[in-house]
């Protein structure tokens, strides 16, 4: 009968063990783990207790529950937050034998086991995460920890700590560049920092530039005029750069071009933050810089900009999509016969593959898109392994029982993980067909998303309520094949999806953005309709149909509208020229609405072949950006 021969009675538990967990209930919690201890759940209330003072357990408790239940998710977790808890402990040696039980650690655990690393005598980490070292934004504190232990290391160079100190500065973050600026020699003074805080321009005009404190003191107060005044800092940084050694006139120009860079949502596009990432070229480029480069670059149409950009890149970064398209777009603009030949080169290589920027490379060589791959389905071998996988088991008991969907998740998404590298596609296949079949799509999509070789669109793009789909998206005059692709990627089908913000349902719908629906459809107003599948669909394909007429029936402005606000979208539209659809997408300035609208014409594509559109191209879809004021 396999793990699921076991009573799901047993299973229910699994909701009183939580509560017993978080009431603090150890007693209660100890009984459940007697009584569950043969449950395919059985782990939790283990779990619960050894998680209830984590920082207090010696090494051995952990490792001790990642032996008893290997590669699990739970597992892992508490051998990642232990870790965590370790180190802001600043107890190293404790935390590390349990490094090896982190397999999939997040940001914030990736820096705190760097660290464990470091100080139990891997001195070579370092090198792996010079990113960090220059990221001035906010980051977790194990990673704002880890850059401190950077400071002292005999791998970093001079040149590395003064492209860290000119971050700092760049950032305001006072406290910290003065503890960087003393490694090179330095002594900053608090109290000058403070007063040149209080008034940047002031400063700027008097600047003293005759000693290596100077400089630093004058990229603090660019950084700090740009960050409150951008036009200000603009039209003040060549007289600030006068006088200055090279690389400080450079690091000037890059405080003023990246600032510029990184505001957009407040200071909107200007060409001049341009022209200062241009003037700055020369110093190298955190991966950040070189990336908000590029997009000025896309941005001003400036290919040869782009192409210096894409070059001053890591090396894995330059190999992304994404930057291999853009390295080609700007080789086909150039006038020679062997750039175009290049870009001819790296479109063909991209166009192989089916995601959003292979669908704009394959445009450019002359493709239709129109055969996806035959759905393969599981065999039955497949589906009894499924039915045997504890990972697997875990999640489909979870759901079963309504747990949290935090729970339902993780544990979902950890045995796609481990099928994904074991390279079952068979595995992946079958749990894709047994959520479709219990209508759970938005973990089907996840598991089918990820199969490499054997590949089943029919779970991977999902089409749930297709008659309701078609027929509301037709009376709304759109494309249900757009309909569908925002829907995906809005709620993944989950028709009682709530975002933080108060959306809800199939299409995401907040509730004012309802209220308006119904009043322009002649309707009364009733929240509860709004989870009702049949209502979503219906005020949602209207809202998207608003939404498109107002910003010039284009798909691409309304993809961004209906995530971001029809205002914002609009104000990304191009002053005085109409910009491709491709430029407008990859500059966009908020990094959710982005990846946004490139996921949403992606999975538009795709339903346009699923819904028997005929050859589909992208292109199509992304029309030419009017400029503001153009109907």
């Given amino acids: 009968m396999g793990i699921l021969g076991h009573a799901y009675a047993a299973d229910e538990q699994f909701n009183d063990a939580l509560q017993a967990a978080n009431s603090g209930n150890t007693q209660l919690l100890q009984q459940y783990q007697m009584s569950m201890q043969n449950d395919v759940l059985g782990y939790y209330p283990e779990y619960w207790a050894l998680n209830a003072n984590l920082g207090f357990q010696p090494a051995n408790n952990i490792i001790d529950f990642a032996r008893r239940y290997p590669q699990s998710a739970m597992a892992e977790k508490l051998a990642a937050d232990y870790v965590e808890e370790k180190v802001k402990q600043a107890d190293f040696s404790t935390a590390q034998p349990v490094l090896p039980y982190v397999t999939n650690p997040d940001q914030a655990e990736s820096c705190a086991v760097a660290q464990v690393r470091a100080k139990t005598g891997d001195s070579l980490v370092f090198a792996e995460y010079k990113d960090v070292w220059l990221t001035t934004n906010s980051q977790p504190e194990s990673c704002t920890g880890l850059a401190r232990q950077m400071l002292s290391s005999p791998l970093m160079t001079q040149q590395d700590k003064q492209q860290r100190l000119w971050s700092l500065l760049r950032a305001g973050q006072s406290g910290q560049a003065i503890a960087t600026a003393q490694t090179l020699g330095l002594n900053l003074s608090l109290a000058q920092l403070n007063k040149i805080q209080a008034d940047p321009l002031n400063y700027v005009w008097s600047a003293p530039k005759a000693t290596a404190e100077d400089h630093a003191y004058l990229i603090f107060a660019m950084g700090r005029m740009a960050d409150s005044d951008l036009d200000a800092a603009i ?354 300035p908020l990094n959710e609405t982005r990846d946004y609208v490139k996921q949403v014409m992606t999975n538009a594509t795709h339903y346009g072949v699923l819904l028997g559109q005929g050859a589909q191209s992208i292109g199509n879809r992304m029309q030419v950006i009017p400029y503001r004021g153009t109907p």
Wanted: net charge positive; no cysteine.
């Fill in 235 to 588: 039209s003040s940084v060549q007289r600030a750069a006068q006088g200055t050694p090279e690389a400080i006139q450079k690091a000037l120009y890059r405080v003023v071009g990246y600032i510029g860079g990184t505001t957009v949502m407040k200071n909107n596009f200007k060409r001049e933050v341009l022209n200062n990432l241009d003037a700055s070229y020369g110093l190298p480029f955190s991966p950040e810089e070189a990336e908000i480069y590029a997009r000025q670059a896309i941005r001003f149409s400036a290919w040869e900009s782009l192409i210096r950009a894409i070059d001053a890149m890591s090396v894995n970064q330059k190999q992304e999509d994404r930057w291999q398209y853009w390295l080609a777009r700007a080789y086909e603009q150039r006038n020679d016969a062997h750039a175009k030949r290049s870009a001819q080169e790296i479109f063909r290589k991209l166009a192989q593959g089916d995601q959003y920027h292979n669908l704009l490379a394959k445009d450019h060589v002359g493709q239709r898109y129109s055969t996806i791959p035959n759905n393969v389905q599981p065999s039955n071998n497949d589906m009894q392994r499924l039915s045997q996988d504890i990972h697997f088991n875990r999640a489909f008991a979870l759901r079963n029982v309504n747990a949290p969907d935090s729970y339902v998740n993780r544990e979902w998404n950890w045995a796609v993980r481990q099928a994904y590298l074991k390279h079952d596609d068979g595995l992946l296949l079958a749990a894709a067909k047994r959520a479709t079949d219990m209508g759970w799509y938005d973990r089907a999509i996840y598991a089918a998303d990820r199969t490499e070789n054997k590949h089943n669109y029919a779970y991977r793009y999902a089409m749930p309520h297709q008659s309701y789909v078609v027929s509301h998206s037709q009376n709304a005059g759109i494309d249900p094949a757009w309909a569908y692709g925002l829907m995906r990627q809005e709620s993944r089908f989950v028709s009682s999806a709530r975002s933080h913000v108060g959306a809800g349902g199939l299409m995401q719908i907040m509730p004012d953005t309802a209220r308006l629906v119904a009043k322009q459809m002649g309707e009364t107003y009733n929240p509860a309709a709004l989870s009702d599948m049949n209502t979503n669909i219906r005020y949602g394909t209207f809202y998207l149909s608003m939404i498109n007429s107002q910003l010039s029936s284009n798909p691409v402005l309304a993809t961004a509208g209906y995530n971001a606000g029809p205002n914002r979208a609009r104000r990304w539209q191009p002053d005085d020229r109409p910009l491709a659809a491709d430029q407008y997408t990859e500059t966009i």
